[in-house]
């Protein structure tokens, strides 16, 4: 099983200020099959990126992805109010598939 | 409009059964695999289960340990999750999503609670 460790756990940031939100795996994952989601209060999960960095329908451009093989990296460039919620890693190449524990984006 | 929609949560004894459904509309069902995810209040995303578009495999997480049942009609666009011997561990918001191979899961439901209490 790929375990995906993300960091940090809670994320404090004043709208408009960068994010740099990271994930690790526990063993190589191969880059076409690794996502982020975010999930605001109460909602399902959203898919942000998928394919390390191909952004989803309707997704804004501050929104980005990146990375390869353990390491990769969720930037959001500047945040806006409806940014701050929790974001998840998946790679879903492999079964089990697998999700990170989250990082929490608050408001400073 | 692609959508699912999670039915079937409700609260159970520890041991007792129940059996989700998820219906979709908006694309064409068969092509895809379809999963369940699960999230126990507070915590993180957790993958339960997933079936081919065709019904021909399924995984389950190990944690399941042979107690759940993924299944699928693809002439009624419904996906449906058997859940026996629940345990108070299993209380959680059960998603369905779908599987579109590279594009990850792209479309979920709003989710069905399942509290299993005594």
């Known amino acids: 099983e790929t375990v995906l460790t993300q960091s940090p756990g809670t994320l404090s940031l004043s709208p408009g200020e960068r994010a740099t939100l990271s994930c690790r795996a526990s063993?190589?994952?191969?880059?076409?099959?690794f996502a982020w989601y975010q999930q605001r209060p109460g909602q399902a999960p959203r898919l942000l990126i998928s394919?390390?960095?191909s952004r989803a329908t309707g997704i804004p451009d501050r929104f980005s992805g990146s990375g390869s093989g353990t390491d990769f990296t969720l930037t959001i460039s500047r945040l806006e109010p409806e940014d701050f919620a929790v974001y998840y890693c998946?790679?879903?190449?492999?079964?089990?598939?697998?999700f990170g524990q989250g990082t929490k984006v608050e408001i400073k | 409009q692609e959508q699912l929609v999670e039915s079937g949560g409700g609260v159970v004894q520890p041991g007792g059964s129940l059996r989700l459904s998820c219906a979709a509309s908006g694309f064409s069902f068969r092509t895809y695999g379809m999963h369940w995810v699960r999230q126990a209040p507070g915590k993180g995303l957790e993958w339960v289960a997933v079936?081919?578009?065709?019904?021909?495999?399924?995984n389950y997480a190990d944690s399941l340990k042979g107690r759940f049942t993924i299944s699928r009609d693809n002439s009624k666009n419904m996906l449906y999750m058997q859940m026996n011997s629940l345990r108070v561990e299993d209380t959680a918001v059960y998603y369905c999503?779908?599987?579109?191979?590279?594009?990850?899961?792209?479309?979920w439901g709003q989710g069905t609670m399942v509290t299993v209490s005594s």
């Open positions: 999503a779908t599987d579109r191979g590279a594009a990850a899961f792209d479309v």
């Open positions: 079936i081919w578009a065709d019904g021909s495999t399924r």
């Open positions: 394919g390390t960095s």
């Open positions: 063993q190589s994952v191969d880059s076409r099959y």
């Open positions: 998946q790679q879903y190449g492999n079964s089990p598939w697998t």
